[in-house]
C-alpha cells in the first residue's frame, strides 16, 4: 500500500495553517474585543465628562440670566393705558410725568425704580389732546386739542386757571410754554399765535403756511421762535418785532420735529424721509449740513447731552446719534409699533417713549455723559454695526455682550 505523502503533507499543513488562522482569529476577536471594552470605556468617560462640561456651561448661562434678571431695576416700569396717548411730558423738577390721550385726558402719574403711580386724571378737552407742556416752574400744565381750547391747569390742586375757548379757526396742533405767563401755538392750517395769560386776546396772530405746525422751538434769549411745517418749510418769527424773520426753502418731505445742540448754536430738523438737517441758529433759510438718520420717518427727537440725539419713528426704534462728529451709536430702546413722542426727565437720568402700543416706556441713558468724552472722532465708523448696535438701556441684549464672561 503506497501512501502519498505529498497529500498527508498537504492535509496537515492545511489543518495546522486552519489552527493557525483560527488561533488568529480569536487572538484577533480578543483583541478587538478588549479594545471595545477600552472605547466603550473611554467613550463612558468622554461622555460623562461632555456632560459634565455642558452641566458646567449651562450652569453659567443660568446664573448669567438670573444674574441679569436679580440685577436692581434702573428705570421705573413700563405705564400701559387703555387710550392712545398722544403726547408726554416730564414735570421740571418733580417725579411726575404727564400723559395726554385721545379721549380728551391728561393723566398725571408719579414715578421711581419700583412703580408708577395714577395720581390724577384730569378730562380737560371734549376732543382728543394735541399737546401737553409744563411751565418753566411746574406749576402750571398747559395742554390743547382738537377742539380748539387751550387750557391753563393748576398742578398741586387739579383747578382751572385759565381757558381759550375757540382760540384758532382750526384745530391747535403744538404747543410752547416760553415762560411763566406766555405761551405760542400753531394750528393745522399754518397760523401761529402768541398768549399773555394775563390778557384775554392773543398778543400776535401770523399766518406763516398752508399745513400744519409740527414743532416749534426758541433759545433761552427767546428772540427768535423757529416753527417747522408739513409743507416742509422751516420759518422763523422775530418775537419781539411780532413779525416773520425768515423762511428756509422749501424740502422734499415734511419736517417734523427741532432739536438745539451746541450751547444754543445749532438747530437740527427732523424730517419725514429719515433725513436729519443742520442749521445755525438764526441762518434758517438753508443747512449747513444734512445725513441721514434713518430709513423711516423721524417723528421725534430729544437732546440729550451737547453732542448726542435721541430720535425715534415709524419703525418704533429708538436711536442715538452723535451730532458732532456725525455717528451712530446704536439702539436704546425699541418698541413693537411706532413711536409718537419722546421727553427727558429733570434730572436728566430718563427718557420716556410713548407708542402705539398706548404704553409709555423708560429708559436709563445716564450712561451718555460717558459715552460723549468717549467719542473718537478720528475712529473709521462702522455704520452698519453702530446702527444695530443696543446700548445698556436696551431691554435686548447684544450677544456678544452677554456671553463674553462664559467664554
Same mark, same amino acid.
Given at each position: 500500500?503506497?501512501?502519498?505523502?505529498?497529500?498527508?503533507?498537504?492535509?496537515?499543513?492545511?489543518?495546522?495553517?486552519?489552527?493557525?488562522?483560527?488561533?488568529? +482569529?480569536?487572538?484577533?476577536?480578543?483583541?478587538?474585543?478588549?479594545?471595545?471594552?477600552?472605547?466603550?470605556?473611554?467613550? &463612558?468617560?468622554?461622555?460623562?465628562?461632555?456632560?459634565e #462640561?455642558?452641566?458646567?456651561?449651562?450652569?453659567?448661562?443660568?446664573? &448669567?440670566?438670573k444674574?441679569?434678571? /436679580?440685577k *436692581?431695576?434702573?428705570?421705573?416700569?413700563?405705564?400701559?393705558?387703555?387710550?392712545?396717548?398722544?403726547?408726554?411730558?416730564? !414735570? *421740571?423738577?418733580? /417725579?411726575?410725568?404727564?400723559?395726554?390721550?385721545?379721549?380728551?385726558?391728561?393723566?398725571?402719574?408719579?414715578?421711581?425704580?419700583?412703580?408708577?403711580?395714577?395720581?390724577?386724571?384730569?378730562?380737560? @378737552?371734549l376732543?382728543?389732546?394735541r399737546?401737553? +407742556?409744563?411751565?418753566?416752574?411746574?406749576?402750571? =400744565?398747559?395742554?390743547?386739542?382738537?377742539?380748539?381750547?387751550?387750557?391753563?391747569?393748576?398742578?398741586?390742586?387739579g383747578?382751572?386757571?385759565?381757558?381759550?375757548?375757540?382760540?384758532h379757526?382750526?384745530?391747535?396742533?403744538?404747543?410752547?410754554?416760553l415762560?411763566?405767563?406766555?405761551i405760542?401755538?400753531?394750528?393745522?392750517?399754518?397760523t401761529?399765535?402768541l398768549?399773555d =395769560?394775563r390778557?384775554?386776546? *392773543?398778543?400776535f396772530?401770523?399766518?406763516?403756511? #398752508?399745513?400744519?405746525?409740527?414743532?416749534?422751538?426758541?433759545? #433761552?434769549?427767546?428772540?427768535?421762535?423757529?416753527?417747522?411745517?408739513?409743507?416742509?418749510?422751516?420759518?422763523?418769527?422775530?418775537?419781539?418785532?411780532?413779525?416773520?424773520?425768515t423762511?428756509?426753502?422749501?424740502? +422734499?418731505?415734511?419736517?417734523?420735529c427741532?432739536?438745539?445742540?451746541?450751547?444754543?448754536?445749532?438747530?437740527?430738523?427732523?424730517?419725514?424721509?429719515?433725513? $436729519?438737517?443742520?442749521?445755525?441758529?438764526?441762518?434758517?433759510?438753508? !443747512?449747513?449740513?444734512?445725513?441721514?438718520?434713518?430709513? @423711516?420717518s423721524?417723528?421725534?427727537?430729544? *437732546?440729550?447731552?451737547?453732542?448726542?440725539?435721541?430720535?425715534?419713528?415709524?419703525?418704533?426704534?429708538?436711536?442715538? &446719534? @452723535?451730532?458732532?462728529?456725525?455717528?451712530?451709536?446704536?439702539?436704546?430702546?425699541?418698541?413693537?409699533?411706532?413711536?409718537?413722542r419722546?421727553?427727558?426727565s429733570?434730572?436728566? @437720568?430718563?427718557?420716556?417713549?410713548?407708542?402705539?402700543?398706548?404704553?409709555?416706556?423708560?429708559?436709563?441713558?445716564?450712561?451718555?455723559?460717558s459715552?460723549?468724552s468717549?467719542?473718537?472722532?478720528? #475712529?473709521?465708523?462702522?455704520?452698519?454695526?453702530? =446702527?444695530?448696535?443696543?446700548?445698556?438701556?436696551?431691554?435686548?441684549?447684544? &450677544?456678544?455682550?452677554? $456671553?463674553?464672561?462664559?467664554?
Amino acid at each position: 500500500m503506497t501512501i502519498d505523502f505529498r497529500e498527508f503533507d498537504k492535509d496537515s499543513s492545511d489543518e495546522s495553517d486552519s489552527s493557525i488562522s483560527d488561533m488568529s +482569529e480569536e487572538i484577533e476577536d480578543e483583541q478587538i474585543d478588549e479594545q471595545s471594552e477600552n472605547d466603550s470605556g473611554e467613550n &463612558a468617560s468622554n461622555t460623562e465628562d461632555n456632560q459634565e #462640561e455642558n452641566s458646567e456651561d449651562e450652569d453659567e448661562v443660568v446664573k &448669567a440670566i438670573k444674574a441679569e434678571k /436679580n440685577k *436692581p431695576r434702573d428705570h421705573p416700569p413700563t405705564i400701559n393705558t387703555e387710550d392712545f396717548i398722544v403726547d408726554i411730558c416730564f !414735570h *421740571p423738577s418733580k /417725579n411726575i410725568i404727564a400723559l395726554a390721550n385721545i379721549v380728551g385726558d391728561i393723566l398725571l402719574f408719579e414715578y421711581n425704580n419700583e412703580e408708577t403711580k395714577l395720581v390724577n386724571t384730569l378730562e380737560l @378737552h371734549l376732543k382728543a389732546c394735541r399737546d401737553v +407742556e409744563f411751565d418753566s416752574e411746574g406749576d402750571t =400744565m398747559y395742554s390743547t386739542a382738537k377742539d380748539k381750547v387751550i387750557i391753563a391747569t393748576d398742578v398741586a390742586t387739579g383747578k382751572l386757571k385759565q381757558c381759550f375757548e375757540n382760540a384758532h379757526d382750526e384745530p391747535v396742533y403744538k404747543l410752547l410754554s416760553l415762560d411763566n405767563n406766555k405761551i405760542v401755538t400753531g394750528d393745522d392750517c399754518g397760523t401761529v399765535k402768541l398768549w399773555d =395769560m394775563r390778557k384775554a386776546d *392773543p398778543v400776535f396772530t401770523l399766518k406763516i403756511g #398752508e399745513d400744519y405746525i409740527s414743532d416749534m422751538i426758541s433759545n #433761552e434769549a427767546q428772540k427768535y421762535l423757529v416753527c417747522a411745517g408739513g409743507d416742509g418749510m422751516l420759518t422763523s418769527i422775530d418775537l419781539k418785532a411780532s413779525k416773520i424773520y425768515t423762511s428756509s426753502e422749501q424740502y +422734499e418731505a415734511e419736517l417734523t420735529c427741532l432739536g438745539l445742540f451746541r450751547s444754543e448754536t445749532k438747530l437740527l430738523v427732523g424730517s419725514s424721509t429719515g433725513k $436729519f438737517y443742520l442749521f445755525n441758529w438764526k441762518e434758517f433759510g438753508f !443747512h449747513s449740513d444734512e445725513y441721514i438718520g434713518q430709513k @423711516h420717518s423721524i417723528q421725534c427727537m430729544i *437732546p440729550i447731552t451737547q453732542n448726542i440725539v435721541v430720535s425715534s419713528g415709524e419703525d418704533g426704534i429708538i436711536r442715538a &446719534a @452723535h451730532m458732532f462728529p456725525q455717528r451712530q451709536l446704536g439702539i436704546v430702546g425699541q418698541h413693537t409699533l411706532p413711536v409718537e413722542r419722546l421727553d427727558i426727565s429733570h434730572d436728566g @437720568h430718563y427718557i420716556a417713549s410713548s407708542s402705539h402700543n398706548n404704553d409709555v416706556k423708560f429708559w436709563n441713558i445716564s450712561y451718555f455723559e460717558s459715552i460723549d468724552s468717549l467719542i473718537n472722532v478720528n #475712529e473709521k465708523q462702522n455704520k452698519r454695526k453702530d =446702527m444695530s448696535n443696543n446700548l445698556p438701556s436696551s431691554s435686548v441684549k447684544n &450677544a456678544s455682550d452677554f $456671553f463674553s464672561g462664559l467664554l
